[in-house]
């Protein structure tokens, strides 16, 4: 088992403990509905992670329900963990200046169970509403000058969107609306830079999941690179699925474009840690570059932007961040990356980071909205 998923089987652990504490707590009013919450908590809590696990070895009219169940509790645990914790926070700043009205301060076992019914239907709203803006779609139009150098183009129309996150959850009917969103803005060329899906090969075909991209039909083709998920899921699998459905997935390559313009796909960088092989590094790709055209990177997550920089990349379009999905988890986001989401221009390279079409986990925005991007380029 990788180092990533002992932290986060133990994070999530110990999250799911203080929840579940605090959610027993509330119920001393009422001792006989403990066991009914303890089997409802412990199926909300593990239904992920067994979904996971047993993939392909459950049906699945088992199989979704419990993925939906475990997606919407990542969610429900998030704001559960905040909402407590600024209860308990309010609390411990009483035990000092003493604000508090006595029925909050020494609360009843009554009063608990009206505090926690009050923060269940909080989290429950935030979650819904989160929910619905996870289906409004936002067609952003971003105007690009690149260099034209050498070549025979003066302006390009390019759809980019990033991680789909294609599964059960973010299913066929959800990528037919994006499909059709790209198709009525007529693009030259669609960009996927990353995370195209979010489960197995398999589970994704039995599912009838991905044939709408066939239904994309871009003068200059559709061009993805890996994400993170494509190697959690099986990398080369995942690939071959992508493929088979039209989508040219560049692994550490360069490909000349009609002589035109180069796009570059480069393998995401958690790869080492699931192949055990490093990518290659940038100017060892684009060493075999011939002709002066301008130059469009996919790289999954916008980490050390200044290896495209110092190498002269003119665009670079990343995803990944999804700009934290979920607030206040945008302000982590923000300062881990240089570019957390939208644009940025350092040196003479423009970049554009994504927020993301689809959602990792719960299917909720709340920190982002679901985007399209619309990128005109005119070469000068």
Known sequence: MSLFFII???VYALINSYVFVRGWQTLAYFPFLKPL????????SLSYIFVKIF???????IHDPLLWIGSFWFAF??????ILFLIDLTRFADHFLSFLPI??????DLTKIYLGVGVTILVLSITVAGFVNRTNFKIRTLDLILPKKNSTLTELNVIMFSDLHLSPINDEAFLTKIVGKANSLSPDIILLPGDIVDDKAVILKRNGIGKSFRKLNPKYGIFACTG??????????????????????????????????YIIGREDGSGNSFTGKRRKRLDAIISNASGNLPMILLDHTP????????NKIDLQLSGHTHNGQMFPLNFITKMIYEVSWGYLKKGDTQFYVSSGVGTWGPPVKLASDAEIINIKIKFI
Do not use: Q
């Not at 645990?77 to 905040?82: A, E, P, S």
């Open 303 to 310: 980490v050390r932007l200044n290896e495209a920089v110092n």
């Open 77 to 82: 645990l998030l704001y559960f963990v905040l």
């Open 55 to 61: 993939a392909e070895k459950i049906p699945a009219f």
């Open 228 to 261: 993170n998920h494509e190697f959690i899921n099986g990398v080369e699998p995942s690939v071959k699925f992508m493929e088979k459905l039209g989508v040219k997935v560049l692994r550490d390559s360069i490909l000349n474009i009609k002589d035109a313009f």
């Open 103 to 108: 029925l909050l301060r020494a609360p009843t």
């Open 37 to 44: 919450f303890v089997i409802i908590f412990l199926i909300f």
């Open 8 to 10: 986060f089987i133990t």
